[in-house]
Every structure is written in C-alpha cells, then in structure tokens.
C-alpha cells in the first residue's frame, strides 16, 4: 500500500542521514523540529516564547547540511501523505523500525493493532463530544486509534474529540503533536509528569503545544 511505501522511505532516509548521528538522534531531531514548525506557524504574534522555539528550530536545522535538510523536509511530506491514506501511529511504526526502540533508550511503542482493538471495546456506541484525558500519551497511538474508529463508524472526529494528551517523555509529546496536528485532532499536548501535575490553566506555555484544530486551523 502508498502509506507502508511512504513509511519505508522515511526509514531509509533516516538511514542515509544516520552517520554523524545516530538513527535516534536523527529520528529525534526531525520529529523536534516538525513539533516546533508546526507549533510557531499558528502564532500570529512572534512572542519570547515564539522567538525561543524559532531559534531552537534553526539551531536544529542547522545541526545537518543541505541535503539532509531537504530530506527532512520531505520526510514530513512522506508522513503527512502516509496519514493521508490511513490512520495510524507511524511515529511509533518508524521508530520501532529504524532502530530506536532498544533497552538502551529504554521507549518502545505498542502496535497500532492492539491500540485500536483496545480503543474499539472502550468507545460508547453513541456519542456527543468525547473528551479524552491521556496521562502517559507515548506517540499517540491510542488517541489516534480512538479517531480511527469513529472514522469508520461514520463520525467526524475531528469535531467530536477533545483531547488533553500528557506524557514526561519530550519526544512522545513531539510524536503525538505532530501526528494530531497532521490528521485534525482538536487537542492540547503536554510535557510533564502527570502523577505530579496534570495539566490545567496556567499550566507552563513551554510545555505546552496545541495542534491546529485546537487553535481553530485546519492544515
């Protein structure tokens, strides 16, 4: 299928950046970087945080030469087609395939069948708005297979799903934004420990990304 085609050049390319960095590092710096050019696309006003995020992008891009550049902007082509085709944590897919999940990084990611088996046992048959609370939101398989199942029960989740998606780990956070703002969950994602301090208003803004939807966009 074009998706399993799209996600197998990402990996390839992620293998052709590989050299200076590792396959992990590389994973992180273009999953980082797709987070922060979404993110400070949606802000009309160029604020310390805007700015704070701007040059964290350009100092990540500058981190790899022009071709690897190019790459890994294609590869956000590649991902948003892939998602395009069919829904599904392919974060999670490439990180997994790539070479990432190992004891040592200590992350790996649940497959996207059992993700959605799950979520098929635990949506009510008839909904209104469906707000979902994810503590521990990994690459966002879950959510996404929750979306993916009112998609194929006829439901446009896109207005039925508010989300609140919280993980400790930085790059799951980057994982799951990316791939909500792609597909248009309306949701807010959050770096922190949630046993400590879930999320709520005046939560820190430097922890905190709201995909497209949620900021009343649609890309």
């Known amino acids: 299928m074009e998706a399993e085609k799209n996600i197998r050049e ?24 797709m987070a922060l050019g979404i993110q400070n696309n949606l802000y009309m006003i160029h604020d310390k945080l805007w700015q704070e995020r701007e040059k964290e992008y ?3 891009m500058k981190k790899y030469g022009e071709k690897e550049r190019k790459e890994i902007v294609k590869m956000f082509s590649l991902l948003t ?11 999670g897919e490439v990180y997994m395939k790539s070479g990432c999940g190992n004891k040592s990084t200590g992350q790996f990611f649940t497959p996207y069948h059992l993700s959605k088996a799950t979520a098929n046992i635990g949506i009510p048959k ?3 708005i469906l707000k979902l609370n994810e503590p521990s939101t990994g690459g ?3 959510i996404i297979a929750v979306a993916d199942i009112l998609k194929e029960r006829g439901v446009n989740y896109q207005r039925k799903m508010k989300v609140v ?3 400790l780990d ?3 956070a980057y994982m799951s934004y990316v791939q909500f703002s792609i597909i248009g969950i309306d949701a807010i994602v959050v770096q922190g420990n949630t046993l400590e301090k879930q999320y709520a208003e005046g939560y820190d803004r430097k922890r905190i990304f709201r ?5 009343g966009v649609i890309i």
């Open 10 to 33: 990402i990996i390839k390319t992620i293998e052709y950046i590989s050299g200076t960095y590792s396959p992990y590092q590389v994973f992180y710096d273009w999953v980082h970087i």
């Open 140 to 142: 966002g398989g879950m």
């Open 81 to 91: 087609m892939a998602m395009e085709y069919r829904l599904s944590d392919y974060l």
């Open 165 to 167: 998606a919280q993980d």
């Open 126 to 128: 008839e909904i209104n």
């Open 211 to 215: 995909t497209p939807v949620n900021m």
């Open 58 to 60: 350009m100092e990540l």
């Open 170 to 172: 930085w790059l799951a």
